[in-house]
């Protein structure tokens, strides 16, 4: 699904962006320019950051 129409950037590219490295919504500005012209994209992108992430945690097994 497309989050920024402004820049054509699913959430798919954002998921590969998190499986690269990033960890916040400024490295996927920066990497895929997400909410960097209107921003409207801004809170649907965060909760696909948020989703991948806690997806992540979830999946790191528990530190005792
Ligand atoms: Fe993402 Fe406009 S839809 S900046």
């Known amino acids: 699904m497309y ?3 402004c820049h054509g ?3 798919t590219a954002i998921e590969a962006a998190i499986d ?3 960890v916040s919504m400024k490295q ?3 990497e895929l ?3 960097s012209q209107c921003g409207k994209c801004c809170s649907c992108a965060k909760k696909v950051l948020n989703n991948k992430l806690m997806q992540i945690a979830e999946a790191q097994p528990a530190v005792a």
Do not use: E, P, R
Request: net charge negative.
């Open 3 to 5: 989050v920024c129409l």
């Open 28 to 30: 996927i500005t920066q």
């Open 20 to 22: 690269d490295g990033a």
């Open 9 to 11: 950037v699913t959430d």
């Open 33 to 35: 320019n997400v909410g």
